[in-house]
């Protein structure tokens, strides 16, 4: 998968800008261009597990909840802090913008294939959603790639 400054080439989520949605609805007016900070969708085989145990289906597939890239091997990964670096060998380096919370549309995908699961996608998929981020540095990912994390200090702001 080649990632260049916009994102995948050829995926739907690609471009260097994009139309805010609800998520941007207290900073910005619904279709206001702002910077494209989810160009990739990034989750874990490990929180994909842990989510079909919590609906207690047997699997939830990567592409049922929109992800581009799956990571094997990096404890927790939706905890990833924002500004963290995902780093391949080609060089190519994954900003992490924020924690991809759970939505609708996903379990609507899942329900086709499990239509009464024990748990609702949108609750078993808290803190397990993966995060989405935005392409720092161009280059190549392959399948099996080492990755390099990179995190950014940690300070709490005082003034919450």
């Known amino acids: 998968m080649m990632l260049r400054f916009g994102g995948i080439e050829g995926d739907c989520h690609a471009g260097l800008t994009r139309k805010s949605d609800s998520r941007m609805l207290k900073q910005f007016k619904r279709g206001t261009e702002v910077k494209n900070a989810r160009q990739v969708s990034i989750l874990s085989k ?25 990571t094997s091997g990096i404890p927790n ?10 780093q391949f060998p080609s060089g190519a380096t994954l900003v992490v913008d924020l924690e991809n919370l759970p939505c609708r549309y996903p379990a609507d995908v899942i329900d086709k294939h499990y239509p009464e699961p024990k748990m609702g996608f949108v609750k078993a998929a808290q803190v397990k959603r993966g995060v989405v981020g935005w392409v720092e540095a161009e280059g190549e990912v392959r399948v099996g790639d080492h990755i390099v994390i990179w995190l950014p200090p940690q300070r709490i702001y005082p003034h919450v």
């Open 46 to 70: 490990e929180e994909l597990t842990e989510i079909a145990a919590r609906m207690a289906i047997p699997e939830v597939k990567p592409e049922w909840v929109g992800a581009n890239l799956v």
């Open 77 to 86: 990964l939706t905890l990833l802090p924002p500004s963290t670096r995902l």
